[in-house]
Structures are given as structure tokens and as C-alpha cells.
């Protein structure tokens, strides 16, 4: 591994308990004075780590229910024959919508039923990751 110099942050935290041992040995009569105190310490800045905001919680939500949704091998053109379906169009006339077969229609329906409901795995670990402080 390269080797990399301490960071400010790190020779501060040095310096600091480097005083807290010398003040006990001023307490305990080892020093008359702690010469750790009259050291400067160095300005660092915390590195700025923004959190997301509500918007990027929600796409990263959607995402998330579409990877569950393709997970189950539901794809955009099944739901698309599903939202057809709902309007009430016949199965022909889906297929000229979305110009496929009506089999191809058939399928992506019958598709649709034996799925069922898709288990949130991939949302369930993307609120847990949102919750938890995910930057």
C-alpha cells in the first residue's frame, strides 16, 4: 500500500491526548508545566458529504421497483399489455398497439397472472441503506 502522511484531523487527535498525559504528569508532580498545551493545532476541514435529497430517495425508489418488478420477469411491454388490458381493449387490439402477435399478447397476460405480487428485496435493501445514512 502507498504509504500517505497523516491527516490534520489525526496529529490534532495526537496532540490532544499527548496533553491529556502530560497534564496527569503535571498532576502527579512528574512536571512543572505541559508543554503540549502551547501547541498550536493544525485547521483541518471535514470533508463535505451531502445526503440526498427527498427526489433522490424517490428515484432511487422507482429504480428499485423496477429491478423487483424485472426480478420476477416482468418486463415494460408486460405491463404495458397489462395497462391495455385494463382500458378494456380486446387481445387484437392490443396487438396492434403495441405491434406484436396476439399470442405475444397471450402470453405477456397469462405472463402477468402467475407472476403475482414481485417481494420488494431490492426496495427493502434501498430504504435500509436510505435509513441507515446511505450518502
Same mark, same amino acid.
Request: glycine share 4%; with cysteine.
Given at each position: 500500500?502507498? $504509504? %500517505?502522511?497523516? /491527516?490534520?484531523?489525526?496529529?490534532?487527535?495526537?496532540?490532544? $491526548?499527548?496533553? %491529556?498525559?502530560?497534564? +496527569?504528569?503535571?498532576?502527579?508532580?512528574?512536571?512543572?508545566?505541559?508543554?503540549?498545551?502551547?501547541?498550536? !493545532?493544525? !485547521?483541518?476541514?471535514?470533508?463535505? *458529504?451531502?445526503? $440526498?435529497?427527498?427526489?433522490?430517495? =424517490?428515484? $432511487?425508489? +422507482? #429504480?428499485?421497483? *423496477? &429491478? +423487483?418488478? #424485472?426480478?420476477?420477469? &416482468?418486463?415494460?411491454?408486460?405491463? =404495458? =399489455?397489462?395497462?391495455? !388490458?385494463?382500458?378494456?381493449?380486446?387481445?387484437? +387490439?392490443?396487438?396492434? %398497439?403495441?405491434?406484436? /402477435?396476439?399470442?405475444?399478447?397471450?402470453?405477456?397476460?397469462?405472463?402477468?397472472?402467475? #407472476?403475482?405480487?414481485?417481494?420488494?428485496?431490492?426496495?427493502?435493501?434501498? !430504504?435500509?441503506?436510505?435509513? =441507515?445514512?446511505? %450518502?
Amino acid at each position: 500500500m502507498p $504509504l %500517505r502522511p497523516l /491527516s490534520h484531523e489525526s496529529i490534532n487527535k495526537c496532540l490532544a $491526548l499527548l496533553a %491529556r498525559i502530560l497534564d +496527569d504528569a503535571v498532576e502527579r508532580g512528574y512536571l512543572a508545566d505541559n508543554p503540549a498545551r502551547r501547541v498550536r !493545532r493544525l !485547521r483541518h476541514h471535514r470533508p463535505r *458529504r451531502p445526503v $440526498l435529497e427527498v427526489h433522490e430517495v =424517490a428515484a $432511487l425508489l +422507482d #429504480a428499485a421497483d *423496477r &429491478l +423487483d418488478c #424485472a426480478a420476477t420477469g &416482468l418486463s415494460e411491454g408486460v405491463h =404495458a =399489455a397489462v395497462r391495455l !388490458r385494463e382500458q378494456g381493449l380486446i387481445y387484437r +387490439d392490443i396487438a396492434e %398497439r403495441l405491434s406484436i /402477435s396476439v399470442t405475444t399478447v397471450h402470453y405477456r397476460l397469462t405472463r402477468y397472472k402467475q #407472476a403475482g405480487e414481485p417481494i420488494p428485496q431490492f426496495r427493502a435493501w434501498v !430504504r435500509m441503506l436510505c435509513a =441507515a445514512g446511505l %450518502r
